[in-house]
């Protein structure tokens, strides 16, 4: 059996930060990059995905949405913490503890066959084990000069195709990547 497709999708600072060092994403959804009509490719890739997996502290951040963003997908929370989901989510969202690698295998069985990953930590360890197949990173022109990165040690170099780069009139540039194996 094949793992499902695996994805990252998100915005980051021109420094390489995805939040503030307290998890703030107030940056990410300033009004001075909002474009009338554009959602930056975002509803196209999110209707390509079955099953969203991310950490447990990019879980609890968009706990403070206002709506739940995710409808209609399957929600895996990766955590060692063992948290519980809010009563509303409780059907929505499993919070599971294992390797990326696993999680895959179980995600497959379950028929899934693309996975979105959201979450720095836990980007980091998928592209750490090798099981990341795209990225689709959107900078935004803004330095941020601290808070958490998208990414960190990796053990071994990842290697990228560029596919695309797409400019935006406010200043953003998305850049799309495939991950090179071997």
Do not use: C
């Amino acid at each position: 059996m094949t793992h499902p497709k695996v994805s990252v999708f998100i915005g980051l600072s021109q420094d390489g930060f995805i939040a503030r060092p307290n998890g703030e994403i107030d940056w990410l959804t300033d009004e001075r990059y909002a474009l009338p009509g554009e959602d930056f490719g975002y509803q196209t890739f999110y209707d390509s995905i079955d099953t969203l997996v991310t950490g447990r502290m990019t879980f609890e951040k968009v706990l403070t949405f206002d709506a739940w963003p995710y409808e209609g997908k399957r929600v895996i929370v990766l955590s060692s913490t063992g948290i519980e989901p809010p009563e509303a989510l409780r059907e929505k969202v499993t919070v599971l503890a294992m390797p990326p690698a696993e999680l895959l295998k179980t995600v497959a069985e379950q028929g899934g066959r693309h996975i979105y990953i959201d979450g720095g930590v836990t980007i980091q360890r998928f592209l750490r084990d090798g099981l990341v197949d795209s990225l689709t990173l959107t900078r935004l022109p803004v330095l941020l000069g601290e808070g958490l990165p998208l990414f960190g040690p990796l053990g071994s170099d990842v290697h990228l195709r560029h596919t695309e780069t797409r400019t935006f009139a406010n200043g953003m540039v998305q850049s799309r990547y495939e991950v090179l194996r071997g």
